[in-house]
């Protein structure tokens, strides 16, 4: 399935909102939004998500839920990918780099499942 990479703001802020609680209806998505927008343009944000591929709807009596079409994990690499390419040439080592030089300081165990992570793509030849 091809997934559009490109949101708007609004867009983001509600695919975070529907990953995070898993589903949601409008009025759930619109209590969460900073700002928020009124129901018909939610509504409206919800129909160009759902046309783009993000999101799937069922109902539920008479409420329509709205769920993320692919896993959080999936969508995660995409966007990772995405932010390389566009930001960093789509070098690894560059954006780590990036990220280590941050003021954010990285947990002795994240190091450790780094380091695990390379050995294990070394070893299948990744």
Do not use: C, W
């Not at 939004?33 to 799937?56: C, F, S, Y």
């Not at 690499?77 to 390389?84: E, Q, R, Y």
């Not at 789509?90 to 990036?98: I, K």
């Amino acid at each position: 399935m091809s997934i559009e990479l490109h949101l708007s703001r609004r867009e983001r802020q509600i695919m975070d909102i529907v990953f995070a609680r898993e589903e949601a209806t409008v009025r759930q998505i619109q209590a969460e939004l900073p700002d928020p927008p009124t129901d018909m343009a939610v509504r409206r944000l919800l129909q160009i998500l759902e046309g783009k591929g993000h999101l799937g709807r069922r109902m539920n009596g008479r409420e329509v839920v709205y769920f993320p079409k692919v896993s959080k994990q999936r969508a995660g690499t995409s966007a990772l990918k995405h932010v390389l390419d566009t930001f960093f040439d789509g070098a690894l080592d560059e954006a780590l780099a990036a990220h280590f030089a941050s003021k954010e300081a990285v947990g002795e165990d994240q190091l450790k499942r780094m380091q695990e992570l390379i050995k294990q793509a070394r070893k299948e030849g990744r």
